[in-house]
Nanobody, 115 residues
Framework: QAQLVESGGGLVQPGGSLRLSCGPS????????MAWYRQTPGSQREFVAA???????KYADSVKGRFTVSGDNVQNTVHLQMNSLKPEDTAVYYC?????????WGQGTQVTVSS
């Protein structure tokens, strides 16, 4: 069974940038959307951005103009370029793949924005 693997998290100062990446460790078929979510302790997981298999994107209002999502529909990878990071962007970021057979989640990668 395929799993999603995220990378690229870390510690960055306010105003800095990070690039997250996500891809499958096995074969994924029937992918329609690959998306990023984030979660802080005690809060529900929230939507950040999505890349659709037709190439269009969707963003949460809180990240519009700062984050850019991109992907490869052949390799089923998705990236999240995060610029102008703020302390409130601190969270564990999760990758999600929506497929014809169900949804897959990654294990999460920590992003910390702090001086």
């Amino acid at each position: 069974q395929a799993q999603l693997v995220e990378s690229g998290g870390g510690l960055v100062q306010p105003g800095g940038s990070l690039r997250l990446s996500c891809g499958p460790s096995g074969s994924l078929v029937g992918v329609t959307v690959m998306a990023w979510y984030r979660q802080t302790p005690g809060s529900q997981r929230e939507f950040v951005a999505a890349f659709y298999n037709r190439g269009n994107q969707k963003y949460a209002d809180s990240v519009k103009g700062r984050f850019t999502v991109s992907g490869d529909n052949v390799q089923n990878t998705v990236h999240l370029q995060m610029n102008s990071l703020k302390p409130e962007d601190t969270a564990v970021y999760y990758c999600k793949a929506v497929t014809s057979w169900g949804d897959y989640w990654g294990q999460g990668t920590q992003v910390t924005v702090s001086s």
